[in-house]
């Protein structure tokens, strides 16, 4: 399959790719670009009579616009997703696509499915490609699972003999044999991913694209769908994975990729990579400042307005903290609405990306006598502070997760990987011993020794 934005087709590119796709390479891409429109209306399929008709109107709407003087530049306003992307994946590479929200990711599957076009550049696919990029792509909610199998099997280019062949297979990995002659629209979105991700990964393709989707899923199942993509590896197919857990990425890809603001910033090894991508934070000497609420994170309800990492005897942020002191997260925040009820949460990730641990001062899980946990805010900005104990934390890099939500769990803000943190042992704790602690984490805990017999 080759996939190319229009402008970019010539004769002697397209004999150019036939001589190249001979090698072992199962998707190259050249200098891929992809543009959106914000603000203004978005195209959509015209039929051949509406197209007609712009076009015979098209140049009286330009004089009228002209007379008139009408201009809008929130519909001039443009956002490239990607922007000159290129690289190439070989046959039976496992490699990681990792990145914040908005880096692209998602945009550059959607390309190489076909499901959009680019707006410069081009894509090379070289084999049978299986896509997962969203819960029940190409399911009908009316018709049962049984019948979406054959459906999304279908449209995913497998033959009706082939999906015989594999459907109690399906039908076990999926684990919802009870539930397959009832419409899709009843399912839950764990169930949809269920059958989505059998479905898609049944299909013994090449080339299998997989997105974000596998989080819905419980964490058994997550483990089953690592599982299968591995046995997918192993086979000698290609698979190009997008996830926000560095732990998946590093132990399931052999290689990664960082893309941030639509463009590649690096490509190498996985632990590489995910260092790079996690030091790299948007702290600048330990905090991240919104001052403007209509440009910050957040929705009509909450924005955030800072995080900041702060350690006693220290009287500005810093990103460099010492074991042996409290660590204090703090997150600033405005209300937006009146007596809504809000609560503050922080995810600590390790150099991996692997959670150590959640906390909240949410009033249902809060060990802490916090003075504004279940109680109505008035609109306005808030502070929330997170103290985490010295000598907890082990030396090392760590990354923090900010999110406003309101008292029914849900979030309002969840901004990843806001800013990162090193943690130095300065030996201040140490006497004898001067290796290096495992762990992520290193408390002091209390040990009590008995002698019981001569």
Excluded at 30 to 44: C, D, F, H, M, V
Excluded at 324 to 337: C, E, M, P, R, T
């Amino acid at each position: 399959m080759q996939f190319v934005a229009k402008k970019k087709i010539s004769e002697n590119s397209c004999n150019s790719w036939q001589k190249r796709s001979m090698t072992d390479i199962a998707i190259r891409v050249e200098n891929l670009s992809k543009q959106y429109r914000i603000g203004g209306p978005q195209a959509r399929y015209k039929t051949i009579r509406e197209s007609l008709t712009e076009a015979v109107q098209a140049p009286f709407r330009r004089l009228s616009s002209v007379v008139r003087g009408q201009s809008s530049a929130a519909s001039n306003e443009t956002l490239w997703a990607l922007k000159d992307v290129s690289f190439e994946v070989k046959q039976g590479e496992v490699v990681g696509i990792i990145g914040r929200n908005g880096a692209g990711k998602t945009t550059l599957l959607k390309i190489l499915s076909r499901i959009t076009e680019p707006t410069e550049g081009y894509a090379e696919i070289h084999g049978r490609v299986g896509s997962l990029l969203e819960v029940g792509t190409g399911f009908h909610p009316e018709l049962t699972g049984r019948e979406n199998i054959y459906l999304n099997g279908a449209i995913l280019g497998m033959k009706r003999a082939e999906i015989d062949r594999k459907f109690d297979e399906m039908v076990a990995f999926a684990e919802i044999e009870k539930f397959m002659d009832t419409p899709v629209k009843y399912y839950s979105s764990g169930m949809y991913v269920r059958l989505a991700f059998s479905v898609a990964a049944h299909m013994e393709p090449e080339i299998l694209l997989v997105d974000e989707v596998l989080a819905v899923g419980d964490v058994e199942f997550q483990k089953k769908c690592l599982g299968k993509m591995e046995d997918v590896s192993r086979g000698g197919r290609t698979v190009l994975f997008v996830s926000h857990s560095m732990a998946s990425i590093a132990n399931l890809c052999r290689r990664a990729i960082l893309l941030d603001t639509g463009k590649m910033v690096k490509d190498g090894q996985p632990d590489e990579v995910i260092q790079h991508y996690i030091s790299t934070s948007r702290s600048v000497g330990g905090q991240v400042v919104w001052p403007d609420p209509t440009n910050a994170p957040g929705n009509d309800v909450a924005r955030l307005h800072a995080v900041r990492i702060l350690q006693d005897g220290i009287d500005s942020p810093t990103a460099d903290v010492d074991i042996s002191k409290d660590v204090i997260i703090q997150i600033a925040y405005w209300n937006l609405k009146e007596d809504a009820l809000l609560y503050s949460a922080v995810w600590l990730r390790d150099k991996m990306g692997t959670v150590v641990f959640a906390s909240s001062n949410h009033r249902l899980i809060s060990l802490t006598d916090d003075p504004w946990a279940g109680r109505p805010h008035p609109a306005g900005l808030f502070k929330s502070l997170c103290r985490i104990p010295g000598n907890l934390l082990n030396d090392g890099l760590y990354s923090v997760t900010a999110i406003v939500g309101n008292d029914r769990a849900e979030r309002q803000v969840f901004e990843d990987y806001v800013l990162s943190f090193h943690v130095h042992d300065t030996g201040g704790g140490r006497t004898e011993y001067m290796g290096i602690f495992l762990g992520t984490v290193r408390p002091q805990l209390a040990w009590h020794t008995e002698y019981l017999d001569g």
